[in-house]
């Protein structure tokens, strides 16, 4: 089900076509894989060229560099599409485009996007973004991941931790620190390639959802990066980091809304076929009003989603919208998945039903890019400064 009739903005040919697709290929591609890579922990990695060749990983990429030149609307149908067949999937994508993909864009030089955006969008290699670490989580100008000039290069030492796509990354962009007492002002950005002398990963983390989405540490020691390596200006890390994750937040509302509408579709199709009382259950006011709740608050999330990813396309003002999309669409995702659960009763609570996953997945958008804590934050504040 798309929804398509709840969407309360003109889409281009281009946006249409690009959700057509990627409802067609999660349909046919994804979707029978969901339960696998849920289970199994199962990266799909045999999906990544598939999608680089539908222009599905590189969405935003500007033809130029080979990717499909889209809009951030239609990154975020997109994204909404593949997270409906498979969170993480979703998340896959989201993260390699919105915080690997989109600081290249943004504040890459020409030498840089040249490099890496191609085989970015072409899917020959996943993104990952590396900010947080053991000691830090929303404190991001706290981290201690330190860099030192030595000649032409920058020698990076310290650890990542939870970094989506990390094991399978091909490319990542790094920040670390000149001087930690200097807060955010010693912070810069790197984009390089995951295969240096001096990086590792740690162990893949079992995660309660998305667990097909590979999550791990990164840690460097003495990795030698070259001065080209250098994202933006040195000390403006901090400024690269908070642009991308405002951004980013569009892509976990889309994932979110994404398991939000499975988790209706699923509750819809079991409550016309299951019967309590001589009726099918669809037809007691109780899970009727459960449906209005879920359908309510998947629209308005989408609604919040579209609009920010509108703004953002128009080079408006986004941030406070994009955190209320994260913020409400992430909301919605728990509750549609909790009372899917309710709705499909003993069933729900089985894996041999989607439900259970539906919440299992559901709850990490509450949490990363941005806690609903920390978004709620950005929301008064912003909305004090306007």
């Known amino acids: 089900m798309v929804w398509r009739d709840s969407i309360a903005f003109e889409l281009s040919d281009e946006e249409n076509f690009a959700c057509d697709t990627a409802r067609a290929f999660a ?4 979707a029978p894989l969901a339960a696998k890579i849920d289970r199994e922990h199962y990266f799909p990695r045999e999906l990544l060229p598939k999608m680089g060749d539908l222009g599905l990983m590189g969405s935003i990429v500007p033809q130029e560099y080979g990717g499909a030149g889209l809009s951030t609307l239609a990154y975020a ?19 390699h485009t919105s915080l690997c993909i989109t600081p290249i864009i943004d504040f890459g030089t020409p030498e840089q996007k040249s490099y890496f955006l191609p085989k970015l969008a072409a899917g020959k290699a996943l993104g990952c973004f590396a900010l947080s670490e053991p000691g830090t989580g929303s404190d991001a100008a706290a981290i201690t991941t330190t860099y030192r000039r ?27 620190t000149s001087d930690t007492s200097k807060g955010n002002k010693g912070i810069s950005a790197f984009v390089h390639d995951m295969n240096l002398p001096g990086i590792s990963c740690g162990k893949r983390e079992d995660k309660m959802g998305i667990r097909g989405s590979p999550t791990s540490s990164i840690t460097y020691d003495n990795v030698r990066l070259p001065k080209t390596a250098l994202l933006h200006e040195e000390n403006r890390g901090f400024l690269v980091a908070m642009n991308t994750l405002n951004g980013g937040r569009i892509g976990v509302a889309a994932q979110a809304i994404g398991i939000a509408r499975s988790a209706l579709d699923d509750s819809l199709k079991y409550a016309q076929e299951r019967k ?25 999330a989408r609604y919040l989603t579209l609009d920010a990813a509108k703004r953002k396309d128009r080079h408006e003002s986004y941030l406070r919208r994009a955190a209320m999309a994260k913020l409400f669409a992430s909301e919605t995702a728990m509750m549609c998945a909790v009372k899917g659960i309710q709705i499909h ?13 539906h919440l299992r997945d559901a709850k990490i958008t509450e949490i990363y890019e941005g806690t ?5 934050i950005l929301i008064a504040t912003q909305l004090l400064k306007e």
């Open 27 to 30: 349909e046919k591609e994804v």
């Open 77 to 95: 149908l997109i994204i909404e599409e593949l997270s409906a067949a498979c969170a993480s999937t979703g998340i896959i994508v989201s993260a």
């Open 150 to 176: 030595e000649g032409d290069e920058y020698v990076l030492n310290g650890t990542k931790n939870w970094i989506t796509n990390g094991p399978e990354a091909g490319v990542c962009v790094v920040f670390a």
């Open 276 to 300: 309590a009382f001589g009726k099918h259950i669809c037809e007691h006011q109780s899970i009727q009003n459960y449906i209005a709740d879920m359908v309510c608050h998947i629209d308005s």
């Open 345 to 357: 009763g003993g069933y729900g609570y089985v894996t041999d039903y989607p439900a259970e996953r």
């Open 372 to 376: 609903s804590e920390i978004q709620r």
